[in-house]
Structure formats: structure tokens, C-alpha cells
């Protein structure tokens, strides 16, 4: 199964964006502009006196704009609310308060036939490609299953259409009447991925697409992700934990911590230069296959566990766990952490930062 | 694959004593579709105090390796064969009552999912209290205090009260700690953990490691870290194992594998994967292909339907098994003469890398 391996090299999507200093020259169309954008869920009411409980607060005001043909990588650790962010973004879950325009049209909380509509430019692929491939339809229909919920009869009829697409993502067209099970975990996720695309949509949320893959396959994905990228112009919002992947596909990165972004900025800017403590800790974090490097490297350890975000802490919710804040900072600047929320990263932010005392590490992170 | 060496046999690179001796294990489990050779033959050894990483993707047999080693597959349908010797006892032919007496206390086990390998319906403290107490003879009150030490010394705040609650109550990192807990309770020799970080985020990934890597130091034991992150075995490892289809194609001391590695597969594992320290590089190079069936393995070399270089062999790679000799430093599974591997890989690999 190697497709994925074919493609021309210098794919770049939009050759000349950027220049070598990384200054924008020349910019795709704003596709996506999220601002302020919060997802609460609502807890049970508790306890004898049934007070009302405090909600969770996945997603806590997050702003970012994406173009025509970028890939907005969103890292950050479980329960950051992430996965949220994407499910929100494409109206799977209805956002609390906040915005969302597509193609400068706002979408917040569309209904109904407008919300079909949308799905045709929309789609989703999901982390786990055996929860989310029905096990009793098979491949053809599973794939065809967009068509049919769109009422779309594409040229040449329904199975011809999802052959075509089957071989675009490296599987067999003739395996068109197996199910699920008779795949493996890579064919799998190109499963998930023809039904994404059949309906030639513009975005696609891929949430974690490749954390369930071992190694080898994982790579065959990427590259097939990217290839399709380019054939299709897609923009993608690639939500996912391991920052090597993350780093490798994406021209702009978030880093969301507790529900909110803590820093967001052009990858080589983000993975060279990181300016929050969070950003520096995650990154010193990931261990390098490099036995010589790893033994030089000194690592930024985070004390304890992500706090709750049904209760976040008061002030920089990140201040319970900041290396700065507990080794660097005067007794009056912890103060402000405490007491004084950062100003959120706002969406056209080219390097955004939410910290009071954002700047580089001490030692290098990588 | 060449039948039972003498454990005695041993001259390799200065270290403690020979604790683990893996010769020739098999393990095979018979289902309706045929037989499964989960574990194909398998040798390497452990010293005292050392820490051996074992590589590998899903279904290569490292997981079933780990669990032959602590007799986890008694009383199955397994077929186990080969020598399993710890400390120059042989496990595989201990009885029962004699492994039940070592498991846990000589040789322990950190499981991936915390969650599930925790359960559910008692305390914490029960679990490492009950852990404690099989080996020992001693009061349940002295057994409590230990399981509080040693819930204290993984770094679980306010082990005190902690020991009272419930696995549910524990975030990930948490459990994965009480579980490392339970597993020392006993200051086994041998500590196996079975993709220990896996199920967990970074930031707490950095710091179950570092516990490791201090408890190691602090109680000489030995370590297998079984896991397919190779910055983890970079970081933890003295010594790498890689797996694939059920056997061992390398094994070496870390930095043999990392800056000179000669098995294509292992060429294919360290170019596959993005790396976060070096220049970005336009395109991933991915092994092709799927990971072979246990069932029918591939003949000749099982590596050979996706390997890019099998045309380099001389020998025919689709007809011809490569051999394995355990007993070399830096044995490799491959039909290409060394002189030319160690050619490709810095001609070929290295510059890619």
C-alpha cells in the first residue's frame, strides 16, 4: 500500500506565501475567522440541594483566522479542550457564545437546511478508525454515505465515483463490498478519509487522524493527507497531541491550554521561539531519538496534573503549573499571574502570546 | 535460529551480572484461522541494573514477550517453548506455586492502561497493601505504612489520604504512578513496563520517565521499557531491542542503534518518523506496505515485501531465512553483508536522517 508516496516533490501549496524571513507576501483568501468562541457544558445538578453546578469550560474564548489552503495544527495536552474547539468549529456541537464565519458569512449556530448546505464544504476525520466506521455497512457505502445524505448524484453514478475515490487514498477499488474489519488500521483511516473528501469539501477538521497508527503507517497517512491537500486545496484544522506530527504538517500552530490558546504562531516561529512557559515546557517535554541529544537536554518538568476546568485557576489559569512563576518571578509579578487574566491571543495575531511575562526560554527547548 | 546456548556463554560489554537470559522463545497461540507465531525465536539477555528497550509496532510480539516473561500465559491455550532463565532459574519450568512466589517479588510489571490494569472496586492502598503482603509476613498496619512510603516516594501528593481512595479518582499520571508504586512495593530485580507512558500526555510522560530513571538508580533494578516511541528508549534505554514480525532483526547498545544502525527496518523506523529537532523536510518517507500476518508470514526474510533494499542481498530474500547470532555484540537479521549495510546506511540513510 504505497500510495501516499507518489506525488510530485515541491508540492508546497502556496508557493511564494511566504518569503525566507517568514514575511507574508501574498495571502490566501480568509477562509475561517473564529473569534471568542466558547463551549460550556452544563454539569448535573449535584448534592442534596440540588445548587446549580458549575459548568466545564471546554473551550474559554479562543480567536484564530485560517486561509484558503493553510493547515492550523492545535496541540496541547488531553482535556485541553482541542477536540472541542474542532467539534464546535463545524457545528457538531453548538458553541455557548462566540463566533464563526465561513467565507465571511456567520455560521453560529445555523439549523436545518443551511447547516446541510454547510456540511458540503465541511467535514470531519475522526482519531479512531475503528469507532468510527460503521461495522455492518460496507466500504461502498460507507463512502457513498455523503452522497446519499446530500441527495448528490455525481457523474457516473454513485460507485463509480467512490471507486474513483478508494484509489485516490491507496485502497483497492475492488474491495468496494468489504466491511470494516477486513481492513487494517491505516486502510482504515484512508476509509475515513474518502468519505471526507467526497463531497470536495473546503475544510476538514481532522481530529488526532493518526495517533492510533503505529509509525511506519502513520507516515503513509500524513503524506497522503498532504497530497490531497494540494489536489484538492484544502485547509485543514489538524487537531492532535503529538507535536513532531503537528509540527511537520502545519503552517500555523496553537497551543491551547485549560480551553484557552496560550500562544499561536507561524510553525518555525512557534517550534524556534516559543514565548509562553507552557509552549517551552511541552516542547522540552517530547523526547528526542537522539540518546546524545536527550542526555544534553535540560527538560522544563510541569509539577502536577491539568487542573479542573469546571474550576480553572483564578488570574493565567496556567499559573499553578509555571515553571516561570514559581522560579523567576517577584513576589508582585506572581501577584499579577494570580489576579489578572492575560489578554486573549487575538485572531490576526502573528506571534500571539497570552502570558505577562511572555518571552524565550532560559535554555533551548529542542 | 540456533537451539538452547549456554546461558554461561556470556562475554560482552562490561556491566553487572547476567540477570535475564531470553533463548529461543516462542510463543504461539492456536486459533480457528491458524496458528499465530506472536513470538518466533527470540534471544537477548539483561544485566543487573541496566535498562533494555524493545521496539516495535503492534503485533511484532513485544507485549507477548513481556507477559511470556512473567508467566502470564499459564493456563492458556500459548504454546510457549525456549528458555525463559532469571537469575539462572529457569521460569518456564518453575510450577506454579514457585512463580506465584516470584512473580510480583522478583520480576513486576507496569501495564500501559492504568485504568483497566487497576481495579476498579478497591483502594489504591488495598491493591498495593495486598501486593506488599502476598510476599511478606507481616502486620497489614506495617503493610499500610509502606504502601504510604512508597506512594510518597512516586510523587503522589498527600499519600496519607490518597491511599484511601479509588483508581477512579486519580487522573492518568496519577495511576500510572500508584501502578509504578505496586510494582516496587516489593523492590523486585526486574521491572517490566509495558509502554508505561503510552496512554499518557507529555508533560506527565516527561515525569513518570524521570521517576523511572531515579527509582532504577535508587533501587538497581533492571528495566524492560517495551514501547514503539524510539525517543523514549532514547532517553531510557542502555541497550535496544527492535522487533518485527515476531523476532528480533537488531539489537545493540543505544547509540549503536541510533547512529549506526544496519537492519532496513530500522533505517524505515527512524526515517519515517517527523523529528522535531532537525529541519523540517518536505515529505515523509514511510515504510511501505502493512505489517505482515503472524499466521503466514512472509517466507524468506519476513521483512522482505517491504524492504527497499532487498535487491542488495545477495541471497535471494524472498527464499533464504537471515540468521541471528544472539551471542554477537550487534547482531543484525539481514541477508546484505555487513560491510554493506554499514555502506548504505551512511551513503544512504544517514545523510536522510
Redesign the interface.
Known amino acids: ?2 500510495a ?2 507518489g ?1 510530485p ?4 501549496r502556496f508557493s511564494g506565501r511566504r518569503t525566507q524571513t517568514g514575511n507574508r507576501i501574498e495571502l490566501g483568501e480568509v477562509l475561517l475567522e473564529v473569534e471568542d468562541l466558547k463551549k460550556y457544558f452544563p454539569m448535573k445538578t449535584s448534592g442534596l440541594f440540588r445548587r446549580p453546578a458549575d459548568p466545564v469550560k471546554a473551550v474559554d474564548g479562543i480567536s484564530f483566522r485560517l486561509r484558503k489552503g493553510e493547515t492550523l495544527g492545535v496541540v496541547g ?2 482535556g485541553c479542550g482541542k477536540s472541542t474547539a474542532g467539534r464546535t468549529i463545524l457545528q457538531l456541537l453548538p458553541p455557548t457564545s462566540g463566533s464563526i464565519r465561513y467565507k465571511g458569512r456567520d455560521i453560529t449556530g445555523v439549523t436545518g437546511h443551511d447547516l446541510r448546505m454547510l456540511r458540503l464544504e465541511m467535514q470531519m476525520i475522526f482519531q479512531d478508525p475503528y469507532g468510527s466506521l460503521n461495522p455492518r455497512q460496507t466500504i461502498g457505502s460507507i463512502v457513498g454515505a455523503p452522497f446519499a445524505i446530500q441527495r448528490i448524484d455525481p457523474e457516473g453514478g454513485v460507485k463509480a465515483e467512490v471507486q474513483r475515490l478508494m484509489e485516490r487514498v491507496g485502497l483497492n477499488p475492488e474491495h468496494y463490498n468489504r466491511y470494516p474489519h477486513e481492513f ?1 488500521g ?2 482504515r483511516q484512508r476509509i475515513g478519509i474518502a468519505r471526507a473528501i467526497g463531497l470536495r469539501p473546503s475544510l476538514i477538521v481532522c481530529d488526532e487522524p493518526v495517533s492510533a497508527l ?7 497517512v ?2 497522503l493527507l ?1 497530497d490531497i491537500q494540494n489536489d484538492f486545496d484544502l485547509t485543514y484544522v489538524f487537531v492532535a ?1 503529538d ?3 503537528v ?2 504538517i502545519s503552517d500555523r500552530v496553537a497551543v491551547m491550554y485549560l480551553g484557552k490558546i496560550m500562544e499561536m504562531a507561524d ?2 516561529e512557534l ?1 524556534g521561539d516559543p514565548l509562553h512557559p507552557y509552549t517551552q ?14 542526555n544534553r537536554r535540560a ?1 522544563i ?2 509539577t ?3 487542573p479542573s476546568p469546571i474550576n480553572p485557576p483564578s488570574g493565567c489559569v496556567f499559573h499553578t503549573r509555571c515553571p516561570r512563576f514559581r522560579e523567576e518571578l517577584t513576589e508582585q509579578e506572581r501577584t499579577r499571574c494570580v489576579k489578572e487574566v492575560p489578554a486573549q491571543v487575538p485572531l490576526d495575531a502573528d506571534h500571539g502570546v497570552a502570558c505577562h511575562y511572555a518571552g524565550p526560554a532560559a535554555a533551548p527547548v ?1 | 535460529m540456533s537451539t538452547a546456548l549456554s546461558v554461561e556463554s556470556e562475554e560482552r560489554a562490561p556491566g553487572g551480572d547476567v540477570l535475564l537470559s531470553v533463548r529461543d522463545l516462542r510463543v504461539r497461540f492456536p486459533t480457528e484461522d491458524g496458528l499465530v507465531k506472536a513470538v518466533d525465536g527470540l534471544s537477548f539477555d539483561l544485566r543487573q541494573g541496566e535498562t533494555l528497550g524493545i521496539v516495535g509496532e503492534s503485533g511484532s510480539g513485544k507485549s507477548v514477550t513481556s507477559q511470556a516473561i512473567m508467566g502470564l500465559y499459564r493456563g492458556t491455550r500459548a504454546e510457549i517453548s525456549g528458555l525463559i532463565s532469571f537469575d539462572g532459574v529457569d521460569l518456564l519450568g518453575l510450577g506454579d506455586e514457585e512463580l506465584r512466589r516470584r512473580r510480583g517479588k522478583d520480576v513486576a510489571m507496569v501495564f500501559q492502561d492504568p485504568l483497566s490494569a487497576l481495579h476498579p472496586y478497591y483502594t489504591v492502598g488495598n491493591q498495593v497493601v495486598e501486593a506488599y503482603l502476598v510476599h511478606h509476613e507481616t502486620s497489614k498496619s506495617a503493610a499500610r505504612q509502606r504502601a504510604i512510603d512508597m506512594l510518597d516516594r512516586v510523587g503522589i501528593p498527600n499519600p496519607a489520604k490518597r491511599i484511601d481512595q479509588y483508581p477512579h479518582e486519580f487522573s492518568g499520571g496519577m495511576r500510572q504512578r500508584a501502578m509504578i508504586a505496586m510494582a516496587l512495593v516489593n523492590d523486585p530485580r526486574l521491572v517490566i513496563a509495558d509502554e508505561p507512558t503510552t496512554a499518557l500526555d507529555v508533560t506527565v510522560q516527561a515525569q513518570i520517565l524521570d521517576l523511572l530513571v531515579g527509582l532504577q538508580k535508587e533501587f538497581g533494578s533492571s528495566i524492560i521499557i517495551i514501547t514503539h516511541d524510539l525517543g523514549v528508549v532514547a532517553e531510557m534505554a542502555n541497550e535496544i531491542l527492535v522487533m518485527y514480525a515476531g523476532r528480533a532483526v537488531e539489537r545493540g547498545v543505544a547509540e549503536e542503534l541510533f547512529y549506526a544502525p544496519e537492519h532496513p527496518y530500522t533505517w524505515g523506523l527512524l526515517q519515517s518518523m517527523p523529528r522535531m529537532d532537525r529541519l523540517r523536510i518536505e515529505r515523509l518517507r514511510p515504510i511501505p506496505g502493512n505489517p505482515p500476518s503472524l499466521i503466514s508470514p512472509p517466507s524468506g526474510c519476513a521483512f522482505h515485501p517491504r524492504c527497499t533494499f532487498r535487491d542488495d542481498a545477495r541471497l535471494g530474500c524472498a527464499q533464504v531465512e537471515p540468521g541471528f547470532d544472539a551471542d554477537r555484540p550487534h547482531p543484525v537479521r539481514c541477508l546484505i553483508p555487513p560491510d554493506e549495510r554499514i555502506r548504505i546506511f551512511q551513503t544512504q540513510i544517514r545523510p536522510s536522517l
Open positions: 500500500m504505497s501516499g508516496q506525488a516533490p515541491g508540492r508546497r495536552e488531553s487494517s491505516g486502510q503505529d509509525v511506519s503507517i502513520q507516515a503513509q500524513v503524506n498532504e497531541h507535536l513532531s506530527v509540527r511537520h510553525r518555525d517550534y515546557a511541552l516542547l522540552s517535554a517530547v523526547p528526542l531519538p537522539d540518546p546524545r541529544k536527550e527538560r518538568l510541569l502536577g496534573d491539568l529542542l
